[in-house]
């Protein structure tokens, strides 16, 4: 079945209201859509590897003005990589730029009370809901304990003043793979509105879709959500019910994003097969872009957006800035998408273009 949620409007804002102040509303400020994980600017290491403030508002201004939705402090935003008083400076000066734009915050950690802490924090800076990983750390003892997983989760949507999606990503929480039933079975929490899965796999989303269906009709949920964390799966992911997709390819091609969320969302509306055809044309180039990016990292994405749109400076240490090989890489296996992304930019009108 096709999404029934709307996708964000050409503004990047939503129709509902939205959270602020760090008490939640009625109606989360949480459509479904396109959301783009961003890559946080730092200052060179010269500078002290300090916040980029004014580059990080440009680039989040940029994105929610192709109509996306932010997300910060994901694993895209090296959110181990900061502090909790850089985590608070970013999303509130993203909350300050964009005061209707839907903004998620990563704030998950190594341990339950110190994700409690920051889930509070990105709520009270004007984060309208966390993303939550599990705790890697010590995966080889809680890996596979159901009731550790299950209370640390729990805990934290209890005690968030704003609605928490999970974040399944193995490859970043030292292995841990939370399963369907365990997903399910957190996602009963009245405060657990959906996930993110970056394990890609698809059967598995359709069972969590089904899961907060049942349960957002049960404990009168006002949104639910089950998105992909790669863009190449969004065309199957949507078939099967999911709402979009928090993509890091957005970074760098959020109108071509948009436009496909709006294709696959309007060929199921309409049974258009037409479109449906357009939008399978149109995944296979998002596919490919989206398999670059992976290959390239937060480096890649770093030196992309530096060498098509804006300085965005290098990861923290002790990542490294990508090497000459990835350059290349990136500038063969992405000419094709960008040149569809500057032709979409150009017709709307944005005032950032790819360079040429």
Not at 258 to 263: A, S
Not at 272 to 301: H, P, T
Request: hydrophobic share 40%; net charge neutral.
């Amino acid at each position: 079945m096709a999404p029934t949620a709307s996708p964000l409007n050409g503004n990047g804002s939503a129709s509902s209201t939205h959270h602020t102040n760090g008490s939640s509303t009625s109606q989360p400020n949480v459509p479904g859509g396109i959301y783009v994980p961003i890559v946080t600017p730092f200052l060179s290491k010269e500078q002290g590897e300090e916040l980029d403030l004014p580059t990080l508002q440009k680039h989040c201004g940029r994105l929610a003005s192709a109509g996306c939705g932010i997300v910060l402090m994901g694993t895209n935003g090296e959110a181990s990589h900061m502090t909790r008083e850089e985590r608070q400076q970013v999303i509130s000066t993203v909350r300050k730029l964009l005061p209707t734009t839907p903004i998620i915050a990563g704030t998950g950690t190594g341990s339950l009370k110190e994700t409690i802490t920051l889930t509070k924090d990105a709520a009270q800076a004007g984060a309208d809901a966390v993303l939550v990983i599990a705790p890697g750390y010590f995966s080889a003892a809680i890996g596979k304990n159901q009731h550790a997983l299950k209370e640390y989760f729990t805990e934290v949507a209890s005690a968030s003043p704003v609605p928490v999606m999970l974040y399944n990503f193995p490859a970043a929480a030292a292995g841990i793979d939370m399963d369907s039933d365990l997903l399910c079975s957190i996602a009963e929490h009245p405060n657990v509105i959906g996930g993110k899965l970056t394990c890609s796999q698809i059967g598995k989303g359709a069972r969590l879709v089904s899961a907060l269906q049942a349960q957002a009709a049960a404990h009168a949920k006002p949104v639910w959500h089950v998105w992909p964390g790669f863009a190449d799966v969004l065309l199957p992911a949507m078939t099967i019910g999911m709402t979009g997709v928090i993509a890091g390819t957005g970074n760098l091609f959020p109108h071509t994003l948009v436009e496909l969320y709006m294709l696959i969302d309007a060929a199921f509306r309409e049974k258009d097969f037409g479109k449906l055809e357009q939008a399978q044309k149109l995944q296979e180039l998002v596919g490919r872009a989206d398999w670059c990016m992976a290959k390239a990292g937060i480096a890649g994405s770093k030196w992309a957006l530096g060498h098509w749109f804006y300085d965005m400076g290098v990861p923290r240490r002790p990542l490294q800035p990508l090497g000459k090989e990835g350059q290349q890489m990136m500038l063969q296996e992405l000419q094709e998408a960008m040149e569809h992304e500057r032709r979409l930019a150009e017709t709307k009108g944005d005032k950032f273009v790819a360079k040429a």
